[in-house]
């Protein structure tokens, strides 16, 4: 039971490493101008997440980010959306007419 706590005890550091590590590589990948918004990795909404919440097709979420309407945070090579940034993106393309 011991040698079961120690090794759990163990994960549990490591992944809180690992996790500390990946917030500050993401939080140097944003862009400039939204470091200061404050964030979390639990709020990022995903690719797939963005796509069913507007009811688009991949190809138009494609287009989209082409075009510059919707603009994902980068890492690696996934994009991420946070909610705001994805209601200002929004706002923006109504205002412009191209939704």
């Known amino acids: ?34 470091q200061d918004k404050g964030w979390n990795v639990d709020e990022l ?12 097709s991949e190809r138009t979420y494609n287009r989209w980010v082409k075009s510059g309407v919707l603009k994902p945070i980068y890492l690696g090579n996934k994009h991420y959306y946070r909610e705001e940034d994805l209601q200002d993106a929004i706002k923006r393309s109504i205002a412009k007419g191209l939704i």
């Open 1 to 34: 039971m011991k040698l079961c706590m120690k090794q759990l005890d163990k994960i549990v550091d490591l992944l809180t490493e690992i996790n500390e590590r990946l917030s500050f590589t993401a939080h140097h990948l944003l862009p400039k101008g939204k």
């Open 45 to 56: 909404m995903t690719r797939m997440a963005v796509v069913s919440r507007l009811g688009i």
